[in-house]
Nanobody, 124 residues
């Protein structure tokens, strides 16, 4: 069992930055692949970024490439999503999720545990 708690969301102006954190409980965090997803009102959940258990493989969606950076600290059991050059279309609830095979991927179907989400609102 893994519990995930996201934090760092909030209200920011266009062009601003935020850093989201995903803190995980459990001693096996370093074996999990981690993904960030987001869901805007009335829209389906969307892949944002993912990182493998070692941090050696990273995927980003085209919509955030060059603006968002995913990273992880296995010593503290935390995954980060550094978001820069934020746009109104980045407004959504952001979720982190983990999968036990250690892979980071864009498909949400094999992620086993999800956090409760943190709201990011970008105002124009």
């Amino acid at each position: 069992q893994v519990q995930l708690v996201e934090s760092g969301g909030g209200l920011v102006q266009v062009g601003g930055s935020l850093r989201l954190s995903c803190a995980a409980s459990g001693r096996t965090f370093s074996s999990y692949g981690v993904g960030w997803f987001r869901q805007a009102p009335g829209k389906e959940r969307e892949f944002v970024a993912a990182i493998s258990r070692s941090g050696g493989t990273i995927y980003n969606s085209d919509s955030v490439k060059g603006r968002f950076t995913i990273s992880r600290d296995n010593a503290t059991g935390t995954v980060y999503l550094q978001m820069t050059s934020l746009k109104p279309e980045d407004t959504a609830v952001y979720y982190c999720a983990v999968r036990g095979d250690g892979v980071g991927s864009s498909s949400p179907t094999r992620y086993e545990y999800w956090g409760q989400g943190t709201q990011v609102t970008v105002s124009s």
